[in-house]
Structure formats: structure tokens, C-alpha cells
């Protein structure tokens, strides 16, 4: 049976309003079960805003809050996994475990209900995060990337967060002398500069040469002016797709609506709005596209369902081996 535990968060980073990345401890004396990089953890805070499962009148399930007969919002505990952002060594050496966090907002904008009191964390004052005494999760370069000579990690937003584990992982590890020999190339995007969680260390990896890793980020809402052109600009899906040699999405879709004759007046205005996608300035477009041979080549992917299931649509289109971490909801004790 698997035990909760109380631990507290010792940091709290906020990228954005909507981003943030924070640790947790457990109780002094106690230590987090061994793990390996890209599993996860639940996490419990007990001060949720609840909601009720309501079905409105065309038949939709909607999730509303959950009130007292004095209209106040009933409060209580939700549970929901996480992936761990730290590497192992690091919960070795100095016990904590690190998430990278969005926070959810429904279609009407309101908070969801763990992520709205895990952005009220403060260190030292409202600070137990209670968690699940079991790690878990296959989604691991043993498990979804063995044999093959280059893993293609696509990570959107808070999707990051196994990939950094990984890459810390493995160049933790070449720095100990064990190497795999594996080429690995990651692509992030986010909104904007400030919300790529992780740079400056994913670059400080890839310089440094330890691992064979090439990194690559990109924001969709790049600065109107003083753009960073070490960053890539657009959604990670179209960088990809321009390593692919693929047309963007928003193309894609208008060539169907045309073909379908059907929604091309709504899928032309998509593409006039859509940021085109940009490589780094400096990237060696033939370089990566040589490391992306598709027989040689697992994609991993991470992060907004709608962007992992572009990403799979373009590896499919070329025949790339595909895995993806699911975050879909799970219901814990
Ligand atoms: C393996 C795994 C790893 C994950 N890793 C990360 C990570 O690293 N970073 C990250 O940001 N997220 C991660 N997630 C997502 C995370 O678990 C949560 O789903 C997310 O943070 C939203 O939680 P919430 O309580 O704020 O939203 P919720 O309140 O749960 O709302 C989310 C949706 O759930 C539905 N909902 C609302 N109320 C209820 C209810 N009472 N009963 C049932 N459904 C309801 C609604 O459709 C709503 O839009 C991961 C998920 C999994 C499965």
C-alpha cells in the first residue's frame, strides 16, 4: 500500500504568472523512494477550491465549484502526479525533488484546483506539499529509447520536465566517465524568453560537450522588439517540422480545408496570425537534419496534448518512431 507522506516545498521560482518551478523535502530523516529520470510523483496539497461534475444542457460535462449552502467554495485535498524535473543524482546528493509546473485554467478560466493552491506555496509559511511514497512511470530512456543511436526529445511548456531530468542525468553521469554513445537533441518551446524554463543550464550542457546534445528552444510570442536570435520563434511542433522538411501546420491545415472545399477562409486567417517557425540563428539546418535520420531516430515528446499530437502527426510523416507521456488525469487515494 502505498503511504502519503508530508513534505514541504523549500523553493518556489515563478517564470510567469502561469509557470513556476519548485522543490520539495521530505520530513527531516525521511529520503524520497530511488528514481529514474523521466518518472513521476503524486503530490497533495489539502487546501483545494473543489468542484462538482455538473452535465449542462446539450449534454457537456462541466466541472463547476463546488459550494456550501452559504455559497462558499468547499475546500479539500487533490491528488495529481507530476513529473520529476530534477535528476536523480540530485535527490541523491541533496534529497530534494524538483517540478516545473503550468498553472491549468478551464475553458471558462477558472483555476484548477492543485495547481491554484500549489501557486499560493510559500517556502517557510504555507509550504507541506504531501506526496505519494511511490515513483513511477515508464516513460525513461530505458524504457521508450533503448537501441536507438538518436533520441529526439519535443518538449512544450511544463513538458520540459522529464527531458531536464534526462539531460542533467546524462551529463551528470558522461561526467563520471559512463556514456552511452546516444546522440540527443532537445527542442522546448514556450511562449516567451522568460518562460523557458532551464535554459541557461540546458545550454551550459550542451556546450560543455560531456554528451552528444544539441539543444534548441523557441517561443511562440517572440519579443516585437529585441527578439534573442539564439531563440528559435513559433511553436515547437513547426520547428519541427522545419527540421523535417515539412510545411507548417496552419499550411498543412489550409491545403485540407482547399482540398476539402470547407474552412479555408478560417484556416487562411490561422495561418496570417501563425508566427512563422525560425531556427536559432547559428543552427545547422543540415547538421540536425543528418542527426534525424528516421531510422536511427526516436521522438519522445511531452507537454499540451494539441502539440504532442501535431508532433506525432509530423513522425509519422516520416516515419520517425514515435512515444509520448500522457498526462491524463489519474485518481489517487
Ligand atoms: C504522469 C503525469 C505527469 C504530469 N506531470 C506534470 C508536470 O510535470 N507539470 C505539470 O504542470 N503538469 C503535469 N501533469 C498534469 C497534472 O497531473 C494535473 O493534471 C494538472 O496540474 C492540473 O491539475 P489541477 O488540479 O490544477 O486541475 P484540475 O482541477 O484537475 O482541472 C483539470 C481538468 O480536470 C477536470 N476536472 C475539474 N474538476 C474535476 C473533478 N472534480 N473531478 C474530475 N475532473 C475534474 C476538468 O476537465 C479540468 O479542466 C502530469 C500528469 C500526469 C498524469
Not at 3 to 25: C, D, E, K
Not at 127 to 135: A, G, P
Not at 179 to 203: F, K, Q, S
Request: glycine share 8%.
Amino acid at each position: 500500500m502505498v503511504q502519503r507522506r508530508t513534505g514541504f516545498a523549500v523553493s518556489w521560482h515563478s517564470l510567469s504568472p502561469i509557470l513556476g518551478i519548485f522543490r520539495v523535502q521530505p520530513a527531516p530523516g525521511s529520503r524520497f523512494p530511488e528514481y529514474e529520470a523521466g518518472q513521476y510523483i503524486a503530490l497533495r496539497r489539502d487546501d483545494c477550491a473543489l468542484t462538482r461534475r455538473t452535465i449542462d444542457a446539450d449534454g457537456r460535462v462541466r466541472y463547476v465549484p463546488d459550494l456550501d449552502a452559504a455559497g462558499v467554495q468547499r475546500r479539500g485535498p487533490v491528488s495529481h502526479a507530476y513529473s520529476i524535473s530534477s535528476a536523480p543524482y540530485q535527490t541523491h546528493q541533496e534529497g530534494f525533488l524538483e517540478f516545473y509546473v503550468v498553472r491549468e485554467t478551464d475553458e471558462e478560466g477558472r483555476p484548477g484546483r492543485l495547481t491554484e493552491s500549489l501557486f499560493r506555496i510559500e517556502p517557510g509559511r504555507d509550504d507541506q506539499v504531501i506526496y505519494f511514497d511511490r515513483i513511477a512511470g515508464d516513460f525513461t530512456l530505458a524504457k521508450r529509447a533503448a537501441g536507438f543511436p538518436h533520441v529526439l526529445m519535443v518538449a512544450s511548456g511544463s513538458g520540459l520536465a522529464p527531458f531536464v531530468s534526462m539531460a542533467k542525468q546524462l551529463d551528470f553521469e558522461a561526467g563520471e566517465s559512463r556514456r552511452d554513445g546516444t546522440r540527443y537533441t532537445l527542442l522546448h518551446g514556450n511562449r516567451t524568453a522568460e518562460e523557458l524554463a532551464y535554459h541557461r543550464e540546458l545550454e551550459a550542457i550542451a556546450a560543455a560537450g560531456r554528451i552528444d546534445f544539441a539543444y534548441l528552444a523557441t517561443v511562440s510570442r517572440p519579443a516585437r522588439s529585441g527578439h534573442d536570435p539564439s531563440l528559435g520563434q513559433g511553436r515547437v511542433s513547426n520547428l519541427l517540422r522545419v527540421l523535417l522538411g515539412l510545411p507548417m501546420k496552419e499550411e498543412e491545415d489550409l491545403a485540407a480545408a482547399e482540398a476539402a472545399g470547407a474552412g479555408a477562409d478560417s484556416a487562411r486567417a490561422t495561418l496570417a496570425k501563425a508566427v512563422r517557425p525560425t531556427l536559432p540563428s547559428g543552427a545547422p539546418l543540415d547538421a540536425l537534419r543528418e542527426r534525424l535520420a528516421p531510422s536511427a531516430t526516436v521522438l519522445l515528446t511531452c507537454g499540451n496534448a494539441s502539440a504532442m499530437s501535431d508532433v506525432q502527426h509530423a513522425a509519422e510523416a516520416r516515419g520517425i518512431r514515435f512515444e509520448k507521456e500522457d498526462w491524463k488525469p489519474t485518481l489517487y487515494p
